[in-house]
């Protein structure tokens, strides 16, 4: 847990050599298999942040923590897993990392993901799959699924992804470890490439309760720099919420449509929750069906519009021809994007209005 | 709302989005689409005639003053451009096309 980790560095028990030492050995035993990183910081310059952390009196004071690439690190390279970005350094701080920054806690790398963190398996990345550490020839989830990797495979106790339509809630229940998609607004988009605007989220991952808590309560609270914040600021810690007299919701259509394996794992906690004296209620969510239809044309038609950003003029990948505008743009965006993106893209180019108006209703 | 698809469609999503694909690419969009767009076709099926369009999850946001900031110096900004000379980023032509 972070706390034990930031007893024994302040305490000596554990020396900054060894602690970034053990991540590091744990890396180069693994990571060739696992994949987690796209951009892994070098030893020497994490270990002399780590240190100098450790002079100041944050909440993570010299502990590591990944980083999900489609999040802006002032020096450090943020290719959002596309060859568009594949050389991109961000002149700037994401509003999380220098609220991370500011509580001492340092950058190993940046993790891999799906293509701007479309899909849900990690392998649409322009830099390759990665893989699960429980069983590396499945894939972690995704999109963030080097963040839920890195953590599985014990190359760090946090880190950052983000999720649209499920890319935190995902892979950290593939890998088996923690992950919160916050509510809407209470955590800053400012320096989140971005993908779908209106659903996403920057959210914390751990490999336990007590420190997705704490994590989440720093990078959370309003930010001048992102309209959509609310006031709302989580203390964390207080983890421990009895259970006894808890009224939980059952939706019995989401759990008719699962798998069997998956419908048996909740029953079963469901159980054990009342076994402890929470009252279990059954009830519908409703239109079930019509959710992945609606969130696609969501996500598509704000993706479409946020990605038309990418000429490869200011920044991004350049393919150098000479032509008019549209002709280098258009090569420029064929060649820097990936399959999937460009279908994202492109379908959200043909939606006509009443269907973005109608999936809005909904 | 059926829309159908065939390349010339595909061309003309490729002219509005500025992406110019390679005729396998066109090939495989083309097959993708009909079938994506028939699933988004399940919308339809819904009655919204009494119901309020949602623009945002928020309903209101937060403005902060507007008074200006520092910028990004010059070099910071225009680091990332492929082509640049003298401070400025070059870019492709604007007439044509």
Redesign the interface.
């Known amino acids: 847990m972070i706390k034990d980790i930031i007893n024994d560095l302040s305490s000596g028990n554990l020396s900054p050599e060894d602690y970034v030492r053990r991540s590091f050995e744990r890396i180069e035993r693994v990571e060739g298999r696992v994949r987690a990183f796209i951009t892994l910081r070098k030893e020497e310059e994490v270990l002399n942040d780590v240190k100098a952390s450790l002079r100041g009196k944050g909440k993570l004071s010299g502990v590591l923590i990944a980083i999900k690439d489609n999040i802006s690190t002032n020096g450090i390279r943020t290719t959002c897993a596309s060859k568009m970005l594949e050389?991109?350094?961000p002149?700037?701080d994401a509003t999380v990392i220098r609220r991370l920054k500011e509580e001492g806690a340092v950058i190993l790398g940046k993790t891999n993901m799906d293509e701007f963190a479309m899909g849900s398996t990690t392998e649409t990345s322009y830099f390759g799959p990665t893989r699960n550490p429980w069983d590396l020839t499945r894939t972690p989830g995704g999109s963030s699924g080097g963040s839920a990797s890195a953590i599985a495979a014990g190359f760090v106790e946090i880190a950052l992804g983000s999720d649209t339509g499920g890319s935190i809630r995902t892979p950290a229940s593939f890998t088996s470890i923690f992950g919160l998609k916050p509510s809407?607004?209470t955590v800053s988009r400012y320096g989140l490439v971005a993908y779908a605007n209106?659903l996403e989220q920057i959210g914390p991952m751990a490999r336990n309760g007590e420190d997705l808590a704490l994590l989440f309560s720093i990078i959370a609270g309003?930010d001048?720099?992102?309209?959509?914040?609310?006031d709302y600021a989580p203390q964390g810690g207080a983890i421990n919420i009895p259970v006894k007299g808890v009224r939980v919701g059952i939706l019995t259509d989401l759990l008719e449509a699962s798998d069997k394996a998956v419908s048996s794992t909740i029953t079963g906690f469901v159980d054990k929750m009342v076994s402890e004296g929470a009252i279990a209620e059954e009830t519908k969510l409703g239109?079930v069906?019509?959710v992945?239809?609606?969130y696609?044309?969501i996500a598509m038609s704000e993706a479409?519009s946020n990605l038309?950003r990418y000429?490869?003029?200011?920044?991004?990948y350049?393919s150098?021809v000479?032509?008019?505008?549209?002709?280098?743009?258009?090569?420029n965006?064929?060649e820097g994007?990936g399959?999937e993106v460009?279908?994202r893209?492109?379908?959200?180019?043909?939606?006509?209005e009443?269907?973005l108006?109608?999936?809005?209703?909904? | 709302m059926k829309v159908s698809v065939d390349e010339e469609l595909v061309r003309k999503l490729e002219s509005l989005a500025l992406i110019s694909l390679s005729p396998e690419e066109r090939r495989e969009i083309v097959k993708d689409l009909s079938r994506i767009l028939d699933f988004f076709n399940k919308i339809d099926e819904i009655n919204l005639e009494d119901v309020e369009p949602m623009f945002h999850p928020l309903s209101q946001g937060r403005l902060r003053k507007d008074q200006p900031r520092d910028p990004l110096p010059r070099d910071e900004a225009i680091k990332n451009a492929k082509k640049k000379k003298d401070g400025y980023i070059i870019g492709p032509s604007t007439t044509g096309g």
């Open positions: 050389d991109y350094v002149p700037y809407y607004g209106s309003p001048d720099r992102d309209a959509t914040t609310i239109l069906d019509y992945l239809p609606t696609y044309i479409s038309a000429d490869g003029v200011r920044y991004g350049n150098l000479e032509g008019n505008w549209r002709e280098v743009y258009s090569k965006r064929g994007f399959r460009k279908r893209i492109l379908l959200g180019s043909v939606y006509p009443c269907w108006l109608r999936a809005i209703l909904h």
